[in-house]
């Protein structure tokens, strides 16, 4: 049984990022692997027996109140240490770094990746495509958001931006380890890109999977190539 853990709903879900848990559910369910999603609120202790945890975007006062709870015990920097697999996207993104910085204060952050966050001068709002090494395909999505990553001299690019802004920073989108993804990318991510969705189940799974028909997926991603 493949344990999902969607972290912190109520505060990390108002860009709909709740559908990469069911997207990831239904690909597993293709090659017949079980998996359960469960939700975690900011109130509850973090379970240490995930497999595959995600993070989604969220208001700056919400992801702060995340962050708050996410620090206690260091349980998902310890998860991701055994091989974890961590997908955050946007204010989740900004969390996982090694400091969050708004207009009043600064935040150390959870620390899975080396970047650091801070306000950046406009909203950088609607479509965006990136070009990741991981995938043949350009991914697509939508951002919004006012803050800019930077990424540090151990941090890894996880996309160049084709279209849009991404960290709004030398052209890049997101960061990315072995096992843990950051990405400004909503979208649903997993939705609209379902190769990304595979490769986090093979990462988590440890073993490659059986490519399977999709044929709505199919169409969509011909589609996406279409747009580039
Ligand atoms: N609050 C963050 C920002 O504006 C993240 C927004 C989001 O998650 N979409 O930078």
């Not at 973090?46 to 996410?70: C, H, K, N, V």
């Not at 070009?131 to 939508?142: A, M, N, Q, R, W």
């Amino acid at each position: 049984m493949l344990e999902i853990i969607r972290i912190h709903n109520e505060l990390l879900g108002t860009y709909g990022d709740r559908g990469n848990s069911d997207v990831l559910q239904y690909r597993a369910g293709l090659r017949k692997i079980k998996a359960r999603v469960t939700d975690i609120s900011y109130l509850d202790p973090l379970p240490r027996t995930g497999d595959i945890y995600l993070l989604g975007g969220a208001e700056d006062a919400a992801q702060l109140l995340s962050l708050t709870a996410l620090r206690k015990g260091s349980i998902l920097a310890r998860a991701a240490n055994k091989g974890a697999v961590v997908l955050a996207i946007c204010a989740g993104f900004q969390l996982l770094g090694t400091k969050y910085i708004t207009r009043d204060e600064e935040f150390a952050g959870l620390g899975l990746l080396d970047v650091s966050t801070a306000p950046g001068d406009k909203r950088l709002v609607g479509d965006i495509a990136v070009k990741s090494p991981l995938f043949e395909l350009p991914l697509t999505g939508f951002e919004n958001h006012s803050s800019v990553t930077t990424l540090g001299s151990e941090a890894k690019p996880f996309a160049s931006v084709i279209s849009g802004n991404g960290n709004g920073v030398a052209g890049l989108d997101g960061a990315m380890s072995e096992n843990v993804f950051g990405t400004y990318l909503h979208g649903p991510v997993l939705a609209r890109n379902p190769e990304f969705a595979d490769l986090l189940l093979e990462r988590a799974l440890g073993t490659s999977i059986e490519p399977v028909v999709d044929d709505l997926a199919t169409e969509y991603a011909k589609w996406r190539r279409a747009l580039i």
